[in-house]
């Protein structure tokens, strides 16, 4: 990862524009408080697209025997990731999230659900039907968290060391094509190879399954070793 500094320093050489030598506390410097705007924009424009690995995050949470569920979301909560929430004491998979006609048709319903489902209302992680206390619960997120430094994670650029968690070279494509519109100049050609290069990245992120035209599963599974054959004695 590359500060932001260097990269606004590369955008500015790009752009052919004066090199910034400060960046988050510029105040003089109108062309750099308008790369780090358009750097964030990029940053926080890609983190809404797509489930980044790098801003996947795990969160588990212990049941309290009622529907709202106390420290199920964290801070830097942005979004679910789709199909990721668990129940690993029953070892079973809790649907969801419930939109707010199934919740309300499942309160008003006289068939209790054998299945925990789940819905988020409000910055509340609702569970129905009421859990026991005590179990465990998992799931992944993505974070609001745009980069890091020194270990400590932020949702906005505050230093000139901070790190974005996104590839450098995309995030220089995209604020230079953010750049250039914002100026009126043409950006086509910055955008096309930004998409691009966005979508070769989305391809490789967390590495690539093998596709089954049979409709079977997606898993590639390990085939069963070989047996070796006992040494047949004669007598």
Not at 57 to 74: C, G, L, M, Y
Not at 84 to 108: C, I
Not at 114 to 142: H, K, W
Request: glycine content about 6%.
């Amino acid at each position: 990862m590359t500060t932001i500094l260097s990269l606004a320093q590369d955008v500015a050489d790009e752009l052919l524009i004066r090199r910034p030598s400060v960046l988050v506390a510029e105040t003089d410097n109108d062309e750099a408080q308008a790369i780090l705007r358009h750097l964030t924009r990029t940053c926080r424009q890609l983190a809404a697209s797509y489930d980044w690995t790098a801003i996947q995050r795990e969160k588990t949470f212990t049941t309290v025997a009622a529907a709202a569920q106390t420290n199920a979301i964290p801070t830097d909560f942005l979004r679910m990731v789709q199909d990721s929430v668990y129940n690993r004491t029953s070892n079973t998979r809790v649907g969801g999230p419930l939109n707010a006609g199934e919740w309300q048709m499942r309160q008003a319903s006289l068939t209790v659900n054998v299945y925990d489902e789940f819905m988020i209302r409000n910055g509340e992680f609702l569970i129905t039907p009421t859990p026991a206390a005590g179990e465990t619960i998992a799931y992944e997120y993505i974070t609001k968290y745009i980069c890091a430094n020194s270990g400590t994670e932020k949702t906005a650029f505050s230093d000139d060391g901070d790190k974005p968690y996104f590839d450098d070279e995309l995030l220089i494509l995209g604020t230079i094509w953010r750049y250039r519109k914002a100026e009126g100049t043409d950006y086509a050609e910055e955008k096309l190879e930004y998409e691009l290069r966005k979508a070769d990245l989305i391809k490789m992120d967390g590495g690539r399954r093998i596709l089954q035209m049979n409709g079977g599963s997606a898993i590639q599974r390990y085939p069963t070793p070989p047996q070796v054959p006992e040494t047949l004695i004669f007598e």
